[in-house]
Antibody, heavy 119, light 107 residues
Framework: EVQLVQSGAEVKKPGESLTVSCKGS????????IGWVRQMPGKGLEWMGI????????RYSPSFQGQVTISADKSIDTAYLQWSSLKASDTAMYYC????????????WGQGTLVTVSS | DIQMTQSPSAMSASVGDRVTITCRAS??????LAWFQQRPGKVPERLIY???SLESGVPSRFSGSGSGTEFTLTISSLQPEDFATYYC?????????FGQGTKVEIK
């Protein structure tokens, strides 16, 4: 069974750094793209970017390029979403999601990580 | 970037109604389109992939159609558990993009 397990909720102050993790299991981690999706409070889904853990090929939405870093450690089947300096506007739920078995969309989702940034 | 425009953004419907949601792409995306359902406070779930293929375990009252720039998600007979927000996602080219969502509420 494909599973994506994300790290727990975080409360941070503006300017702090943060890494959210997403551990995959039940499949060959290196062979499927993993994406990240933001959902701000009361708002819709936003595609942030995606990584292929096999070779770390990474694509970003222009809206998020330079704002976050997506990475993966294939030795421990884990993808990451990182901020170097959080802003209050980063407050949101963040989901990781894996591509489908035969498609490049998002077929399997993690449970979400709520990030709250407040002074 | 490819823009995805969903309509309507919200709608009220009754149990048993037939519901149709449309997604238009700003350029052709073949059938690289998926539909997701998100119930309040829950993780999004894929309903349809490749424009018209039903995800395993999803009730057959859900169907998808379309190719190129215009796509529809149809719920043939709305059930209480279908009251949720629906999103389309194009994955033809990067960046992949979601529609803005359609909230289906109880009339």
């Amino acid at each position: 069974e494909v599973q994506l397990v994300q790290s727990g909720a975080e409360v941070k102050k503006p300017g702090e750094s943060l890494t959210v993790s997403c551990k995959g299991s039940g499949y060959s981690f290196t062979n499927y793209w993993i994406g990240w999706v933001r959902q701000m409070p009361g708002k819709g889904l936003e595609w942030m970017g995606i990584i292929y853990p096999g070779d770390s090929d990474t694509r970003y939405s222009p809206s998020f390029q330079g704002q976050v870093t997506i990475s993966a450690d294939k030795s421990i089947d884990t993808a990451y979403l990182q901020w170097s300096s959080l802003k209050a506007s980063d407050t949101a739920m963040y989901y990781c999601a894996r591509q489908g078995d035969y498609t490049t969309d998002l077929g399997y989702w993690g449970q979400g990580t709520l990030v709250t940034v407040s002074s | 970037d490819i823009q995805m425009t969903q309509s309507p953004s919200a709608m009220s419907a009754s149990v048993g109604d037939r519901v149709t949601i449309t997604c238009r792409a700003s350029q052709g995306i073949s059938n690289f389109l998926a539909w997701f359902q998100q119930r309040p406070g829950k993780v999004p779930e894929r309903l349809i992939y490749a424009s018209s293929s039903l995800e395993s375990g999803v009730p057959s009252r859900f169907s998808g159609s379309g190719s190129g720039t215009e796509f529809t998600l149809t719920i043939s007979s709305l059930q209480p558990e279908d009251f949720a927000t629906y999103y389309c996602l194009q994955h033809k080219s990067y960046p992949h993009t979601f529609g803005q969502g359609t909230k289906v509420e109880i009339k």
